[in-house]
């Protein structure tokens, strides 16, 4: 049986542990932070993280670092981000492959993100959008998808790799509107674009900024003929969503977050939070983002928690109904 004396010990041990957390999670932060990106130096994902953590350390008042840990499809940072002391000294960027498709695909990684990790704030979401190359023998949605449904698997589109959004764009439009296409996986964008306007393939899915770069170019590289998003996009207004042609549900995005491990405190997330809302109201953060037609992602972590958990669920359902495999 526990004596007294040692029952004390205990109890003044954990009332010491609870005023710490408490203490530490009043003066947060109180030293530099690490902003993990797991994505290559240079990349459109890095370079948002540096922009955010700027401002975040000007509002949070200590430094924040950015490090870069690529690999495995942006598992091998995440897993660092996950296995880092729950303190919020330490988070990182948080998107679509890793967080909430990878699992689906390759069942043994190393982290669960919907356990090991917890949402501070979306960054950005920007809508996919359907093109074909400038001298492609369509001209809309509806003759791409005609001819796909005439002519099964004789089209091929492109994606940047199994089970990323290009890829699983795709697949769920097939699955809604009833046909099949050949997949032509590349590794990266930019191969998959030069791919499309080569004509080696006969479209694909892209991001508004690439896809308004591509249509700036004299003469212009693609044609862009319907966008993956409940509303037009304010900078192509002229191309319709996927809705207006009767495809109810394709709507597909891009997107981009903060996340930290499991067992950060609520009020240091909340902490984050304010810093990463923070940084959208400064010019090459906010108005940025609105500028290269996506939508920023202001909002608490729990908005944030809820729409990865949604996501997860749908490209979840979809792996395992189509059966993609990587």
């Not at 996986?185 to 900024?209: E, M, R, S, W, Y």
């Not at 319709?240 to 067992?263: H, K, M």
């Not at 953060?285 to 729990?302: C, D």
Request: hydrophobic share 40%.
């Amino acid at each position: 049986m526990m004596n007294a004396a040692r029952a004390r010990s205990i109890l003044a041990g954990l009332l010491c542990a609870l005023m710490g957390t408490g203490f530490a999670a009043d003066t947060f932060p109180n030293r530099g932070l690490t902003l993990i990106v797991p994505y290559s130096e240079g990349g459109s994902s890095d370079t948002r993280a540096r922009q955010i953590a700027r401002h975040m350390a000007t509002h949070l008042g200590q430094p924040v670092q950015v490090v870069n840990h690529a690999g495995d499809g942006g598992n091998k940072g995440t897993d660092l981000i996950a296995k880092a002391r729950p303190d919020g000294y330490t988070f990182g960027l948080g998107n679509l492959a890793p967080m909430t498709v990878n699992r689906h695909l390759h069942p043994g990684l190393p982290f669960n993100p919907r356990t090991d990790l917890r949402a501070i704030g979306m960054i950005e979401r920007g809508p996919l959008v359907l093109v074909v190359a400038a001298d492609a023998d369509v001209s809309s949605a509806q003759a791409l998808l005609d001819k796909a449904k005439t002519t099964p698997r004789r089209l091929r589109y492109a994606s940047a790799g199994v089970g990323g959004s290009f890829h699983l764009a795709v697949e769920l439009l097939e699955q809604q509107v009833g046909f099949t296409a050949q997949h032509v996986p590349f590794d990266g964008g930019g191969k998959a674009t030069d791919a499309l306007i080569q004509k080696q393939v006969n479209f694909k899915f892209d991001g508004v900024p690439s896809a308004m770069a591509l249509l700036a170019e004299a003469p212009p590289k693609i044609k862009v003929l319907a966008v993956a998003s409940r509303r037009r996009s304010p900078v192509l207004p002229n191309v319709p969503t996927f809705r207006e042609l009767g495809i109810d549900g394709l709507e597909v995005s891009n997107w981009l977050g903060l996340v930290a491990p499991s067992g950060t405190p609520d009020a240091v997330i909340e902490r984050l939070n304010q810093a990463l809302q923070f940084s959208f109201s400064q010019p090459d953060v906010g108005s940025v983002i609105t500028r290269q037609g996506n939508e920023l992602g202001a909002g608490p972590p729990m908005h944030f928690d809820a729409f990865m958990s949604a996501e997860s669920y749908r490209w979840g359902r979809l792996i395992r109904d189509k059966k993609i495999s990587p």
